[in-house]
């Protein structure tokens, strides 16, 4: 039995990701949870095996997973073998794979028959945010439950249990058949049916409702779900009160499950899983991270609710002052309410690149989790999309949470997310572009591939050359590990030594290959390369299998230029390599990328380009500088989840 093996040997629900979201293997129950035989779903995307509602929700947690490598987990619905969809709560996290190949994504439900309701959450903020109620109807009981939803709705059933044949009583006499055979359905999902509703304080109401079969947990009971919509307009002074008095039922109800779950926490994982289904939902926020100190070491997991850069930073950067290492060390919690307190309080977050990822107006909250008032031993971190004024009272009850959720902790395994030493190694064979050109503006950006070790073989480079002009390369080796680093110093070393006495673009590609094909260099590289006379403006260039090159002008408006050129570097000795010639207008930039820029998955080449090219376009139009329309361009490829290296070379003429 080897690695892969005891993964999936679990009784629950359990498969074996790529980093894209490509299925390696599946466990049978997983197969059976999926509604296909294992052998079909080997090969496919996550997502593709999902309904279409789930498909960004599942991608998003194998992104987290692999890209911040902590813990992530997320309620899911999957299609189930009968006609029921089957909702679990999913864990994701990174492992080695057993094969050697890197990593993987480990997924796997876990068990939650302890906290079923947990798995209602998605649904239950669904719903409210459509302005929709969610009930459970028993047709044992012949009972409606109501499970939350819209407070608006929640008022027209006054008790959290009502018998059908009192909703029965209360509907309109024409439209009371219409609801019983909605009651009797067995369809997986109802039509919607519309019927007038008489309430005890506001008259007839006109309602329409929609069944459906879900079963809660991949071993557990089917129930019938109903969500009710409210078509009636009117809204009146005593509407309006019973709604704040049910939406404080509704969140004490919460506050009350959130309680039970921590209290009934039996493992650190079972807490892990408590926090981060509940936590944000109950105080209305946007998103929540659970740091916990393990042998004096900080570890992060978080909902997908949390952007990727901010999870990353919050976990890469302790040793700067923020909000999260003082209620660490002082045991205090900390409450921010805005952006700008945050930068108030520290003013080193004003230059940090994830701030804007919270957006203009955001606010934070943190508690550490200190039982009995010991130590903390870890805290929770909840942010909000807008500002947020801590009442006392939720001051209060987060504070006692908190403890709770202290006095349940244990320990946690994370594994470091980067290797520091391989990371300086690609940092230190990147060049230093050359300052002060004149007429022109030059920035640089590379992120390392996500597979394989934090190292590749993307490159750039830009040098003065003898004769004035200036130099601009960017190119491609193949692999992302040391090897690949390797060739690619080679050629980047190779280029610019043939350049310094041979300046034609096409002349140093072909003197290039020759070195490379007599060497018997085991790998291949793709590479462009431009002579650029800043004065004129005039570019040469030519290519060996790289992407095209990109041309943004001020105006917002840019083109793809397929440059001539040859076959990759490295593999068919006495290759030529032709050139083209054209012009660089005054404000245009001339935008050079590696593949990772712009393929990925679920991204042609040509949507990619024509991403890239007009994020260019508008940073140009926007007054930006070469600096600034790197970072969009890179921001984006990171964003939609590239495996591949990235970089981007940019050259804006100026005068």
Known sequence: MDASDELLRSPAPSALLTLDGV?????????????????QLVGGTIGDLLPASQRISAESLVVHAATTRTVAMRILEFPGPGHAPVVCLIEARAVEDPSGGGRLVWL??????????????????????????????????????????????????????????????RTHPDDREALRRLARTTAAQSPWISFRYLTEHDGWHHLACQTREIRLGYDGPERTFAVVRDDTRQEARRRRALVALNAERQR????????????????????QQVVLTRLAATFGATGAALALIDEGRLRLSSDAGIPLPVAKAVQESMDLPNPLGLALRTGEPQFISSRDEYIRRWPHGAHMPWIDQLGSHCAVSVSPLSPLGDQPLGAWWVTYDSEHHSSPHERALMSTLSDLAGQALRRIRLQKARLELAAALQQAMLPTLPEH???????????????????????YDAFVMPDGAIALEIGDAQGHDVDAAALMGQVRSSVRAIAAHEPDPGTVLSRTNELLVTMGAARFASCTVLHLDAPEGQVTGTSAGHVPLLCAHNDGSHEVHELPGGPVLGIVPGTDYPEATFTLDKGSALVMVTDGVVEGPGLTLDAGLEQAGTLAGEALHAGLNAEATADRIVDAAVSVGHADDVAVLVVRRTE
Request: aromatic share 6%; charged share 20%.
């Open 252 to 271: 004490a109800d919460e506050v009350a499950d959130f309680s039970s779950a921590l209290i009934a926490a039996a493992t650190e994982q079972e807490l």
């Open 108 to 169: 796997h439900a876990l068990h939650a028959g302890n906290d079923r309701t947990g798995l209602l959450i998605p649904f239950r903020l669904a719903a409210k945010a459509a302005h929709l109620g969610l009930c459970m109807y028993s047709p044992h009981e012949r009972e409606l439950e109501w499970m939350g939803g819209a407070p608006a709705l929640a008022m027209l059933f006054p008790e959290a249990s009502v018998p059908l044949s009192e909703v029965v009583r």
């Open 437 to 459: 050109l004149p007429g022109l503006e030059v920035a640089a950006r590379y992120r390392p591939s996500q597979d394989g070790l934090d190292i590749g073989g993307d490159w």
């Open 23 to 39: 299925v390696r293997n599946v466990n049978a129950t997983m197969a059976r949870t999926l509604g296909r035989p294992a052998e």
